[in-house]
T-cell receptor, first 111, second 113 residues
């Protein structure tokens, strides 16, 4: 059964830093991987979707990469801002299991 | 992508009562999902609701506790029955848009006293 982990569990950085969030999955037979942002007590906002045939996707200051063979994805945030403070979750779409979510990385960007 | 309206956004309920959460989508979708997010935890899938058929529940979730309706392609409800404090969570409705992209509602934050 697919398992998804995320490292680190929490991260605190000063404003302006570039940072990397990591997501690992145990079964490489995925359809796609999606990164979400969740603000406290709120729903999830989709940030980036990477299809299984793709290597990376970019949106503004965000860049996500996918290495299916090694079971890894990274979310790169450039020039972090206090407004980026949130929990970031990755999820993989797996045949027969629907979407499987990681536990999330809680990010704090300090002004 | 689809726009999802979920209500209530939050509620405080007494032990032993039931609460129904509504999920309205602005377009017709085949697959709707209900997730639970307990405090400090990630998302756990409760069930998948397809129109015209019984919902499919994940291990650990049963229909008597979490009955789901899916009367048409734009609407679904989740009821949390006979609530206890352990049911205090955020409940999230989501849809798959046909391209394996998940879109979420804003969530319903439930507190059971």
């Amino acid at each position: 059964k697919q398992e998804v982990t995320q490292i680190p569990a929490a991260l605190s950085v000063p404003e302006g830093e570039n940072l990397v969030l990591n997501c690992s999955f145990t079964d490489s037979a995925i359809y796609n991987l999606q990164w979400f942002r969740q603000d406290p007590g709120k729903g999830l906002t989709s940030l980036l979707l990477i299809q299984s045939s793709q290597r990376e996707q970019t949106s503004g200051r965000l860049n996500a990469s996918l290495d299916k063979s090694s079971g890894r994805s990274t979310l790169y945030i450039a020039a972090s801002q206090p407004g980026d403070s949130a929990t970031y979750l990755c999820a993989v779409w797996v045949k027969g299991q629907n979407f499987v979510f990681g536990p999330g990385t809680r990010l704090s960007v300090l002004p | 992508s689809a726009v999802i309206s979920q209500k209530p956004s939050r509620d405080i309920c007494q032990r032993g009562t039931s609460l129904t959460i509504q999920c309205q989508v602005d377009s017709q979708v085949t697959m709707m999902f209900w997730y639970r997010q307990q405090p400090g935890q990630s998302l756990t899938l409760i069930a998948t609701a397809n129109q015209g058929s019984e919902a499919t529940y994940e291990s650990g979730f049963v229909i008597d506790k979490f009955p789901i309706s899916r009367p048409n392609l734009t609407f679904s409800t989740l009821t949390v029955s006979n609530m206890s404090p352990e049911d205090s969570s955020i409940y999230l409705c989501s849809v798959e848009d046909g391209a394996n992209v998940l879109t979420f509602g804003a969530g319903s934050r439930l507190t059971v006293l």
